[in-house]
Nanobody, 122 residues
Framework: QVQPVESGGGLVQAGGSLRLSCAAS???????MGWFRQAPGKEREFVAG????????DYADSVKGRFTISRDNAKNTVFLQMNNLKPEDTADYYC????????????????WGQGTQVTDSS
């Protein structure tokens, strides 16, 4: 399968914003899509998920109210708008697909991208 391609990462000061993108192939994109992140020395953790319609979204408590997941089905792309970034948001961010709506465990996801790095520049 073709891997998703993440982009949009970079250096950002605390309080700043970034928008990440995940471009996926049609077969992958039709599934429930999720964003995960992995900070240095830590386990990969769930950040946000979204179903095909965009009407069912889920967020980790640590990002709720600051991050917004969305998708453009015409462009096979999922986005993660990150506002009010904090130093603890520094991580590599990945997107992947799942067969189960509401999945939060990385074991339920497949076809992972290579990731995009978000770094606090404060």
């Amino acid at each position: 399968q073709v891997q998703p391609v993440e982009s949009g990462g970079g250096l950002v000061q605390a309080g700043g914003s970034l928008r990440l993108s995940c471009a996926a192939s049609g077969r992958t994109f039709s599934r429930y899509m999720g964003w995960f992140r992995q900070a240095p020395g830590k386990e990969r953790e769930f950040v946000a998920g979204i179903d095909w319609s965009g009407g069912n979204t889920d967020y980790a408590d640590s990002v709720k109210g600051r991050f917004t997941i969305s998708r453009d089905n015409a462009k096979n792309t999922v986005f993660l708008q990150m506002n009010n970034l904090k130093p603890e948001d520094t991580a590599d961010y990945y997107c992947a697909a799942s067969l189960r709506i509401g999945a939060r465990s990385q074991s339920e996801y497949y076809n992972w991208g290579q990731g995009t790095q978000v770094t606090d520049s404060s």
